[in-house]
């Protein structure tokens, strides 16, 4: 695969009617570097100062470096990504004859067959970042994820079974990883690329095991999630930062960490594009609603934790659209969140009630984005083109699409590939000692302190209602879901303390 220069595609005229929807946003004006927009800071109570300093570099148009770059450099927020890039490469502090240099890809992983649906599930709910108990509670994580997992099984396989068996996201993730590693090489840098999943094989450990191996002197982590949250790359990044201070090679390996990459121009042009393709195979494309539908997090870990998730998404939105609106492409766009799981509240609006409500208003066509996936899975395959599909053609809207995900998508590699570049002149040039090296995987100990700051800020979840109601109500089924939740914690503290009951009838538990 060759790496192409970024070109924007030819323009179409399209045009909204729909004044109702959120309306495409303004271009952004040219502002000066102390006037520039901080995503985090400005939506999140985070006090720390390293996230402040990237503000400058999360325009449209503006190679964003990694935040070690942007806390470093001096150059002036008009740099062009060529002169990053051709700085990066010539620098021989950064690429020497006997420098290994390795990038390592995150991603979430998923069951290849049926019979790995159920492990699969369980290290997703073992999680501490994915299901957060109470510290009281924190011993009954493992038998907790153990229940959740053999009860949501048979379900979680339908899904899997409906799209061929297994989940293509290894698959993918392979190939992205191929093609990075030859684009990488295409501009001269010999990287080798590794792939390091969270849940299923390869594990991140297993990803960890094979740069020791190859004998890697520099490494570039890269998540595959646009998008920062503290339950995605968070979670990544923590079982990384144990994995690190526990092993004598990694603390004295020079690496940084790129956290999201989603206001990079590649990406949004990359994403213009495939929603620019898509809207040309409807019969009027000017009267397609685009619809946006990211995966969904705890509202708790937004207002309460600081997770920047939800204004990382609502920024990355706005500069797709920004690009299509260079294109004369003006459709009506709207952002919802998928997935939800539990009692909580999660970030709204819900995908499926806001295709019901589109539907009431007489919105005939769809256009679905899955904005924070890079690759199809069982989110994108099952839940969208078919349980939301289906919903939306019984709410009214008669005609349906779906972007696909970017997957290896040439301009897509080659604008993570010069990301990685870009990041090389950075890679350990804050780790002098070891102390500092165990202090931070991530730059200047960045993201780190966020995941600090969640933890020693975060409150117990806020109830999701403030009264009691009877009947059949979502704040009764919100109550009965608590309580419910109560009765098989209890249940699982009698028979972790018994031995006995019928989690270990069953041979899910061991006998004591």
């Not at 019984?394 to 080659?414: D, H, Y």
């Amino acid at each position: 695969m060759n790496c192409p220069a970024m070109t924007a595609s030819p323009s179409s005229s399209s045009s909204s009617s729909y004044s109702t929807f959120r309306p495409p946003p303004p271009l952004l004006p040219q502002l000066s570097n102390d006037s520039q927009r901080s995503v985090v800071m400005h939506c999140t109570r985070l006090p720390f100062e390293a996230f402040a300093a990237t503000s400058s570099n999360r325009l449209l148009g503006k190679h964003s470096l990694p935040l070690r770059a942007a806390l470093v450099t001096s150059n002036p927020l008009n740099i062009s990504s060529s002169s990053v890039i051709s700085d990066a490469i010539s620098s021989s502090s950064v690429i020497t004859d006997d420098a290994k240099i390795g990038v390592l890809l995150l991603n979430l992983g998923g069951p290849e067959t049926l019979d790995d649906v159920q492990p699969f599930l369980f290290n997703l709910f073992a999680d501490p970042d994915i299901i957060r108990l109470p510290p009281v509670f924190q011993f009954l994580q493992k038998p907790l994820a153990q229940f959740i997992s053999v009860a949501r099984a048979p379900k979680s396989k339908e899904g899997y079974a409906s799209i061929g068996g297994g989940s293509p996201l290894r698959h993918i993730t392979d190939a992205q990883a191929e093609e990075l590693r030859k684009c990488l090489w295409e501009k001269n840098v010999p990287a080798k690329v590794y792939v390091g999943m969270r849940y299923w094989h390869p594990f991140t450990e297993e990803a960890i095991e094979q740069i020791k191996r190859d004998g890697i002197t520099k490494l570039v982590v890269l998540p595959l999630y646009p998008q920062f949250s503290i339950s995605t790359s968070g979670s990544s990044l923590r079982l990384l930062e144990r994995i690190f201070r526990e092993d004598e090679y990694l603390v004295n390996m020079q690496h940084t960490v790129i956290p999201s990459w989603y206001q990079r121009e590649g990406y949004i042009k990359a994403m213009a594009n495939l929603i620019q393709s898509e809207l040309g195979k409807f019969g009027s494309p000017n009267q397609v609603v685009i619809f946006f539908s990211a995966h969904g997090v705890p509202l708790a870990y937004v207002e309460e934790a600081g997770d920047p998730y939800k204004a990382e998404m609502e920024e990355c939105v706005d500069l797709i659209m920004e690009e299509l609106d260079k294109r004369k492409i003006t459709n009506a766009y709207t952002l919802a969140y998928q997935s939800r799981v539990g009692p909580v509240e999660w970030l709204k609006p819900y995908t499926e009630e806001a295709i019901t409500e589109l539907g009431k208003k007489g919105v005939e066509n769809l256009l679905a984005v899955p904005i924070s996936f890079v690759s199809e899975h069982i989110e994108t395959l099952e839940e969208i083109d078919v349980e939301y599909k289906e919903l939306a053609l019984k709410s009214g809207i008669k005609n349906w699409g779906r972007v696909p995900a970017l997957g290896t998508e040439p301009m897509f590699i080659s604008d993570l590939a010069d990301a990685v570049v870009e990041s090389l002149p950075y890679v350990g040039a804050m780790a002098v000692s070891n102390l500092e090296a165990r202090q931070s995987l991530v730059p200047l100990g960045s993201v780190e302190e966020l995941l600090a700051t969640y933890d020693s800020q975060r409150r117990e979840l806020p109830a999701p209602v403030t009264m009691w109601e009877w009947g059949w109500t979502k704040s009764a089924e919100t109550w009965n879901g608590r309580a419910a939740m109560l009765a098989v914690l209890a249940l699982l503290v009698l028979e972790v303390t018994t031995g006995k009951g019928f989690l270990h009838q069953w041979g899910i538990l061991p006998s004591l």
